[in-house]
């Protein structure tokens, strides 16, 4: 019996690449979700676990998914609708200018909060960070609330928490910081944040949620800014002819 010349299949790490990826951008699964081990994705595509290293290798590439070593693989934030932030903007407060008060400097187990921000889980540990920011009259202008997995960023020291984290991450650590999230919104200050700030009364704050991410993809910070927007302000240059 004659039969109509197929054309050729394609690669199945392809096919198991092509299925993944649309189950993310349909949200089957939600960001920072796990994806299945790859035992089970091999048992539920009938292929080797290789095949699925190379199937997740490309959705990594395509920044649809990041790897944590030790924990598995999860699903990239990577919504249109926000953008990535370069390196060098991943600075809020230019540290030439304004200085750091250190209120606390703990490293502990995380709260459930932190455990989704983080995409961390009830046994590992975060550094958690509080410090102010003053200008050079030693105003208060921000707060700043800084969560850090400890199993990504090893070995922080207390005087780094004086200055810009980023170039002891990138200097000492070797890490390559790729983009970040930013969240703005506005709220009353509370007693507790009057108190911390050292405010007359209560006052506007800028709020600012920043969740950060090295190149590869993998979460490594969370920060919560309380920012007086009369004693600071933010700029930012927008080129669209790049």
């Known amino acids: 019996m004659w039969r109509q010349a197929s054309m050729k299949e394609a690669p199945k790490y392809e096919i198991v690449a092509d299925h993944l990826r649309q189950q993310i951008l349909e949200k089957e699964f939600t960001i920072n979700e796990q994806l299945p081990q790859e035992n089970a994705i091999a048992d539920a595509y009938n292929v080797s676990r290789i095949t ?23 699903v990239k934030d990577n919504q249109p609708h926000e953008t990535g932030a370069k390196e060098e903007s991943l600075e809020i407060f230019d540290f030439s200018k304004f200085k750091v008060k250190l209120l606390n400097f703990a490293v502990d187990k995380p709260n459930s909060d932190i455990m989704d921000q983080l995409n961390v889980t009830a046994f590992d540990f975060t550094y958690e960070i509080e410090r102010l920011i003053l200008d050079e009259d030693d105003e208060v202008v921000a707060f700043q609330k800084i969560y850090m997995p400890a199993k990504v960023i090893q070995g922080m020291r207390m005087d780094v928490l004086k200055g810009s984290i980023y170039e002891f991450l990138t200097e000492d650590q070797g890490l390559v910081l790729g983009s970040a999230i930013r969240t703005l919104s506005s709220e009353i200050a509370n007693d507790n944040t009057v108190k911390i ?17 090295l190149e590869n993809g993998q979460i490594f910070e969370y920060v919560y800014n309380y920012i007086r927007p009369s004693k600071f302000s933010l700029h930012e240059s927008i080129n669209l002819t790049d």
């Open 197 to 213: 700030m050292n405010l007359k009364a209560a006052e506007p704050l800028l709020t600012m949620e920043q969740r950060s991410f």
């Open 52 to 74: 699925v290293r190379k199937a997740l290798d490309i959705l990594v590439d395509e920044n649809l998914i990041y790897r944590i070593q030790g924990s598995g693989t999860f």
